[in-house]
T-cell receptor
Framework: DTEVTQTPKHLVMGMTNKKSLKCEQHMGHRAMYWYKQKAKKPPELMFVYSYEKLSINESVPSRFSPECPNSSLLNLHLHALQPEDSALYLC?????????????FGSGTRLTVV | SQQGEEDPQALSIQEGENATMNCSYKTSINNLQWYRQNSGRGLVHLILIRSNEREKHSGRLRVTLDTSKKSSSLLITASRAADTASYFCARGYMTTDSWGKLQFGAGTQVVVTP
């Protein structure tokens, strides 16, 4: 299995809702990432988990809450989001916490906040 | 903030022609990576070139790296309609806390017409 699987593919949520994005990989990768991408912009790093521990938080607002239950799963819990949080959320994984190897990306969750 | 700059921002060519895009960065790298993104979905890792390498090939792709000029280029030879996508360079580097990070450039949108 050489894929990163993200669910759901599309999500529409109200500003008072609580929802979660899910990411799964079975490649034995020990580093997992959340990126946010706005239209026609490059991906921006949000969080890095290395060996199931949060190693980087790029000053992301607390309405985004990451969780890494085990080495194969990565969640992003969403609460009280704003319309400007609408974007493509990408999960990625890599062999380790270094950047010596390329990242494997999922196909993303397109989030719309209404 | 995004340190990588890519040019051109957009490139339109015909099938069979070569496509060249450039990437510049401002600070140190461990490596420079190139990714392709189709229609705002997930990114696909194309090639990684390490800071001590000058040129690398993969199929129809050729990447060069000039660390003295802090720049890299991606050449796609004999382009096909299926090469239509956005191409991103990404700077792989280590933080002061010894975590690996990948920072993306603004991207080049390539359109290949039959």
């Amino acid at each position: 299995d050489t894929e990163v699987t993200q669910t759901p593919k599309h999500l529409v949520m109200g500003m008072t809702n609580k929802k979660s994005l899910k990411c799964e990989q079975h490649m034995g990768h020990r580093a997992m990432y959340w990126y946010k991408q706005k239209a026609k912009k490059p991906p921006e790093l949000m969080f890095v988990y290395s060996y199931e521990k949060l190693s980087i938080n790029e000053s992301v607002p607390s309405r985004f809450s990451p969780e890494c239950p085990n080495s194969s799963l990565l969640n992003l819990h969403l609460h009280a989001l704003q319309p400007e949080d609408s974007a493509l959320y990408l999960c990625a994984s890599s062999t380790g916490g270094q950047t010596n190897y390329g990242y494997t990306f999922g196909s993303g969750t397109r989030l719309t906040v209404v | 903030s995004q340190q990588g700059e890519e040019d051109p921002q957009a490139l339109s060519i015909q099938e069979g022609e070569n496509a060249t895009m450039n990437c510049s960065y401002k600070t140190s790298i461990n490596n420079l990576q190139w990714y392709r993104q189709n229609s705002g979905r997930g990114l696909v890792h194309l090639i990684l070139i390490r800071s001590n390498e000058r040129e690398k090939h993969s199929g129809r792709l050729r990447v060069t790296l000039d660390t003295s000029k802090k720049s890299s280029s991606l050449l796609i030879t004999a382009s096909r309609a299926a090469d239509t996508a956005s191409y991103f360079c990404a700077r792989g580097y280590m933080t002061t806390d010894s975590w690996g990070k990948l920072q993306f450039g603004a991207g080049t949108q390539v359109v290949v017409t039959p």
